[in-house]
């Protein structure tokens, strides 16, 4: 398979994915990049923040003119996940992409996990008690988490912010889905602004044209996963997904010990 394939093929199945379950599909994106077209660690890391960035607000988008998103837990998530992706972005620059790439790993399978427990329904919808300003607490310091993980290691967080608004937030799936695309966005913007400023884009290599062409095809995928959702058991999909996303990861580590 030639590179555009790869890059178009890729782009339709990681914004599916997105579509699809509401997270899980970003994650695919850096070993789209460091795995399959073979950019260095650092270079995929930044290069799957702009891709999620750009189909995490179309998908924001239209989910919000549907009145789907809470702008509320926009504003709660997103300025402490903006502060976070600052923080942490002059430390993803001076890390080796080594270490960035094992960390990226370990995520992934955590996140492979949560996703196959989610599907088995081992987590509860939301708490027996609600303590509002704890949950608001509780809720930061889960912004500024994902903030820092985004910046770092260009995946979305969508596997820990939605679980979040379900259980902190109180929010219905439907509405929590809709909103963590919105925060995904304003995440991977502050992540690149915060690679920028770090003097990350002066220590790799931006493949502007496979990034327009994965995102542009992730763009269309992630609305047509949006629109057969309904249709389709998420069970069985968040299964599918999470073994998949296993599979990728163990994959790209073993290509990356075989460098």
Do not use: Y
Request: aromatic content about 6%.
């Amino acid at each position: 398979m030639d590179e555009l394939a790869i890059e178009v093929v890729s782009g339709l199945v990681v914004g599916l994915g997105m579509g699809l379950v509401g997270a899980g599909g970003a994650i695919f994106t850096v070993p789209v990049f460091g795995t399959l077209l073979g950019h260095a660690p650092k270079s995929a890391i930044v290069e799957a923040l702009a891709v999620t960035g750009v189909i995490a607000a179309a998908s924001g988008a239209a989910a919000a003119i549907r009145g789907l998103v809470d702008w509320r837990r926009v504003a709660i998530f997103g300025v402490t996940g903006f502060i976070g992706a600052q923080l942490a972005a002059p430390v993803a620059v001076r890390l080796s992409g080594t270490v960035q790439l094992l960390m990226f790993a370990a995520v992934a399978l955590v996140a492979a996990w949560r996703m196959w427990r989610s599907a088995a329904g081992a987590a509860s919808t939301a708490p027996a008690d609600h303590d509002p300003r704890r949950a608001l607490l509780k809720s930061a310091g889960v912004g500024l988490g994902i903030g820092a993980l985004t910046s770092m290691l260009g995946v979305g967080g969508g596997f820990i912010l939605i679980p979040a608004l379900v259980m902190l937030e109180r929010l219905p799936m439907r509405n929590a889905v809709a909103t963590s695309l919105v925060v995904i966005s304003v995440n991977a913007g502050a992540g690149l602004l915060g690679q920028w400023w770090s003097g990350g884009f002066d220590v790799i290599d931006f493949a502007g044209r496979p990034v327009a062409i994965v995102a542009a095809c992730g763009v269309a995928g992630s609305f047509v996963g949006a629109a057969v959702a309904s249709r389709v058991p998420q069970a069985a999909l968040r299964r599918v997904f999470a073994a998949l996303l296993a599979m990728v990861t163990l994959g790209m580590l073993l290509s990356s010990a075989a460098r």
